[in-house]
Each structure stands twice: as C-alpha cells, then as structure tokens.
C-alpha cells in the first residue's frame, strides 16, 4: 500500500498575544521575624482577599522561604494593596515578574 503525498495542504496558525492583559508585576511580601502568623495571616484576608487557607500557605512559605509573592497584577491595581500592607507594619514590594 502506498500512500501519496498530500499536496496544497495551507495550515494557517495565528499567535495573538495581547499585552494588555498580561499581568507583569507582583506583591511580594518579605519574611521580617517581628509580624506573627496571624497578623500577616489577617493581612492577607483582609487586604488581598485571601481564603484563608491561602493565607496560611502564603504565611508558611514567607516563613520558610524567606518572601512569597501574594497578588498579581496592573502596577496601579497593586500600589494601593501594597501601601495597605506596609502600613500594617508588613514588608513588600511590588516587583516585575
């Protein structure tokens, strides 16, 4: 049996990456050894939103790993989020991803 080559066969791929919604910066919150598990915890839930089970892992992971990025976003959305948490005495810093 032979099979014979397909011919005139267009495959037309189209990559579209829109930039606008990418998101291109992060909060990332800095393990400080002064704020305790449930202050940075409530932080959390109450400025970015987090359940609390995402709290809690966040917590863990500043805790061990020494810093965890928190939200993503547009600069201008994270700004004020990152203010709220500095003001709680938290360390964080919006940076690029």
Known sequence: MKF???TD?????????????VKLYSIVVFNDEVNTFDHVID????V???SQEQA???TLI????????VKNGDF???KPIRNAIC????SAEILLR
């Not at 066969?9 to 919604?21: G, M, Q, T």
């Not at 500043?62 to 990025?69: D, L, Q, Y």
């Open 76 to 78: 201008d959305e994270l």
């Open 43 to 46: 932080t959390l839930i109450d």
């Open 87 to 90: 003001q709680r005495g938290i």
């Open 9 to 21: 066969v267009e495959v037309l791929i189209e990559d579209e990456v829109v930039v606008d919604d």
């Open 62 to 69: 500043i805790h061990f790993k020494g810093k965890c990025s």
């Open 56 to 58: 809690e892992q966040c």
């Open 4 to 6: 014979a080559p397909q």
């Open 48 to 50: 970015c939103k987090h």
